[in-house]
């Protein structure tokens, strides 16, 4: 996970500097395209009984903002979707995230 989190700093820092886009979009954009990556790479490799990507490291690119892009890519590699805790945990995650940004919104 930690080249994955140097690409995902690097993206941001790509699309901040390079491109002059706001901070938090640039991170939430690296955030989702790395957390679709991340999936499409753990079922690329549970095909070819490769070694997998850990479920924490898959929750953990939600948990940082890459829920969305985690949702299209369980949705377009069909990865994850039977998993029952899994999908707790993920829902979890979207709720708090969901509710942060009610609250950032209320106390704003």
């Not at 954009?29 to 999936?39: E, K, R, W």
């Not at 490769?50 to 690119?61: G, I, M, T």
């Not at 999908?87 to 995230?97: A, D, F, H, S, W």
Request: proline share 2%; aromatic share 16%.
């Amino acid at each position: 996970m930690l080249v994955a989190n140097i690409i995902l700093i690097g993206l941001t820092l790509g699309l901040w500097w390079g491109l002059g886009w706001h901070p938090f979009a640039s991170w939430l954009i690296a955030a989702n395209a790395m957390a679709f990556s991340v999936f499409g790479v753990d079922k690329f490799n549970a095909r070819k009984k490769w070694r997998r990507v850990s479920e924490a490291d898959l929750l953990y690119c939600s948990l940082i903002g890459g829920s969305p892009g985690a949702w299209l890519g369980m949705r377009t590699f069909r990865h994850k979707t039977r998993k029952t805790e899994f999908r707790k945990t993920y829902r979890i995650i979207v709720g708090v995230q969901i509710a942060g940004v009610f609250a950032y919104l209320w106390f704003r």
